[in-house]
């Protein structure tokens, strides 16, 4: 799934379809519009260039534009954060050989350090999980690993035992009840995924986890035609835990500059709510099952 211009095209199109005239400041006298958004000869003047030059831009032909092009056309289609990111990474992506990608992208390390697991471990009453950016978990505090339980025991989760946030989320029907708000999370999964293809087109892992979903779920191939980016890094996420019933989290999305690449994520809950008490509930849930464990795995053999 390396960056062509297809994607570009894509990105530009559908972003542009989203902007209307009003939006853009624009007066427009007559109703036969064609188009959903802004014609390309309007966003070519919004962002000061040539109509041709601009259509030679959404065509995919991004070599060579420069980044005040870039800074214009994000700009002129009133771009986010998040995607004008993304395509200044397109940007870079199309400038460079895949070999040189591959070379320079910092791609995220395969095994964690053994002080980042150390400094999982001491979150005990904090449920809080390390993923890369293509939305594996690599490690997990304790109760992080208790609120993810469902996707651990999932049948999409390979026999590593390193969980799939995507491939529970669209090839596991438990996750629809896992997720109450499913539809959102899907979207911000399929987003999160869309921004790392940008970031790193070139990353087999990445590529081939798209091509299973695009494959396997109809949602998936849907929502990955959108071309939504998305920078998740606060908010509240709701869960319906099996054990525990109905929580709504806080979450902070931290990047770890030592590790690019990875990402971790901790919850919590607003004091004195019924998320609160899940929590400790969740907490005590947790330990006493790791508790079965270890009688079970300690009890003599009675042959």
């Given at each position: 799934m390396s960056i062509d211009r297809a994607e570009v095209r894509d990105f530009?199109?559908?972003?542009r379809a989203k902007i209307t005239p009003e939006q853009a400041g624009l007066t427009i006298y007559g109703g036969n519009r064609r188009v959903p958004g802004l014609r390309r000869e309007e966003v070519a003047?919004?962002?000061?260039?040539?109509?041709?030059?601009?259509?030679?831009?959404?065509?995919?032909?991004?070599?060579?534009?420069s980044e005040t092009v870039l800074h214009a056309v994000?700009?002129?289609?009133?771009?986010?954060?998040?995607?004008?990111?993304?395509?200044?990474?397109?940007?870079?992506?199309?400038n460079e050989s895949p070999a040189s990608a591959r070379r320079n992208r910092?791609?995220?390390?395969?095994?964690?350090?053994p002080s980042l697991q150390r400094v999982l471990d001491g979150m005990t009453d904090i449920p809080?999980?390390?993923?890369?950016?293509?939305?594996?978990?690599?490690a997990t505090s304790p109760l992080g690993r208790a609120l993810y339980s469902p996707v651990f025991d999932s049948p999409t989760t390979p026999t590593d035992g390193t969980p799939n946030l995507a491939r529970f989320r669209?090839?596991?029907?438990?996750?629809?009840d896992f997720f109450p708000e499913w539809a959102e999370s899907a979207n911000t999964n399929v987003s999160i995924l869309r921004t790392e293809a940008g970031r790193d087109p070139y990353n087999k892992d990445l590529t081939d986890?798209?091509?299973?979903?695009?494959?396997?779920?109809?949602?998936?191939?849907?929502?990955?035609?959108?071309h939504n980016v998305r920078l998740h890094a606060t908010g509240v996420k709701k869960f319906r835990h099996p054990a525990v019933g109905e929580l709504a989290l806080s979450f902070d999305a931290m990047a770890?500059?030592?590790?690019?690449?990875?990402?971790?994520?901790?919850?919590?809950?607003?004091?004195?709510?019924?998320?609160?008490?899940g929590l400790r509930l969740l907490a005590s849930w947790a330990a006493t099952a790791a508790d079965t464990t270890r009688v079970t795995d300690s009890a003599p053999f009675d042959g």
């Open positions: 530009l199109v559908t972003r003047m919004l962002a000061g260039l040539s109509a041709d030059y601009y259509t030679r831009l959404e065509k995919g032909n991004l070599a060579g534009a994000a700009d002129a289609l009133q771009l986010d954060d998040a995607e004008r990111s993304h395509l200044f990474d397109l940007s870079r992506a199309a910092a791609r995220a390390p395969r095994q964690l350090r809080a999980f390390i993923r890369n950016g293509r939305l594996d978990i690599l669209f090839l596991d029907p438990a996750s629809r986890l798209i091509g299973e979903l695009s494959t396997r779920s109809d949602e998936f191939r849907t929502l990955w035609a959108a770890l500059t030592s590790d690019p690449g990875l990402t971790l994520t901790a919850y919590s809950a607003e004091p004195g709510t019924a998320s609160a008490d």
